[in-house]
């Protein structure tokens, strides 16, 4: 961990959106790429954290620890399910929180904390890990716990997930959604009000708030939530390709 919990946790004022890169496929050594690449703009343009996608992509859960040591930044995990094994593996790895796929229910975001946290607060076993041999933050300080609403479902529990004690915020999912919702796009109406009912569920409870864009229009329209996923490593390799062998402008 790397003190991104405690960073959001603090008072709001003046933090502004965290915005972050979606890791499918990249390796260790691309993520030292992406921070030199960062560090060789002016403005130290660049993403703010990582987030690593086990649920989709081509990344597996022995990928996150390699990840985490060639990482100069924040890092979190979006798991492939709700499993409490699987949940505590990525934490003891070191990363700084969770986002969790298509949360449901209060006992389905409980359990979420249940499994990040050790007693009496949850059931999180300890043992020998890469998180205390770095001395990454004590347990005690407590990982992010993001439950992603990204459901027809989901978005009619929002509110009791938002009140589960130990739950740090949202992360919306807005393609699931749409998809969940039978729209044909992550900008239909319908999946922007969606959207802009659970940020506002959220915001009125002071929790944090977080949406994946991995488009221009969202990214833009969204850029005042605590956590943005811009969009994907994939999308970054496409965009630098398309820019690099674009041939010259015609006269
Ligand atoms: C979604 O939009 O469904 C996501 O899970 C984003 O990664
Ligand atoms: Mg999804």
């Known amino acids: 961990m790397t003190g991104l919990a405690a960073r ?3 008072p709001r004022p003046g933090r502004g ?3 972050g890169l979606w890791l499918t496929f990249l390796g260790p050594y691309a993520l030292e790429v992406v921070a030199s690449a960062a560090s060789h703009e002016p403005a130290q343009v660049g993403p703010d ?7 989709h992509g081509d990344l597996e859960p022995a990928d996150v620890a390699p990840l985490l040591r060639a990482s100069r930044l924040p890092v979190l995990v979006r798991l ?3 499993d409490p094994a699987d949940l505590a593996r990525v934490l003891d790895a070191g990363a700084d929180g969770v986002i969790v796929p298509a949360v449901e229910s209060a006992a389905q975001a409980r359990g979420l904390v249940d499994a990040a946290y050790p007693p009496p607060r949850g ?3 300890t043992g020998g890990s890469r998180a205390g041999l ?4 004590s347990l005690a300080d407590g990982p992010l716990v ?8 989901g978005l009619g529990a929002a509110a009791e997930i938002l009140d589960v004690d130990g739950v740090d915020g949202v992360f919306i999912g807005p393609y699931d959604l749409a998809l969940s919702l039978g729209e044909p796009s992550v900008t239909s109406p319908a999946v922007v009000a969606a959207i802009d009912a659970v940020l506002a569920a959220a915001r009125e409870r002071g929790r944090l708030t977080g949406l994946f864009a991995g488009n221009a229009e969202l990214a833009r329209r969204y850029d005042d939530v605590d956590l943005l996923g811009v969009d994907s490593d994939v999308s970054a390799l496409r965009v630098g390709i398309a820019q690099l062998f674009r041939g010259p402008e015609p006269d």
Do not use: K, N, Y
């Open 134 to 137: 770095v001395g990454a933050a």
């Open 123 to 125: 059931h999180r076993s």
């Open 17 to 19: 959106c965290q915005r």
């Open 49 to 55: 954290w990582f987030g690593i996608d086990l649920q």
């Open 146 to 153: 993001l439950p992603m609403v990204e459901t027809r479902a």
């Open 80 to 82: 492939a399910s709700h």
């Open 8 to 10: 959001l946790r603090a």
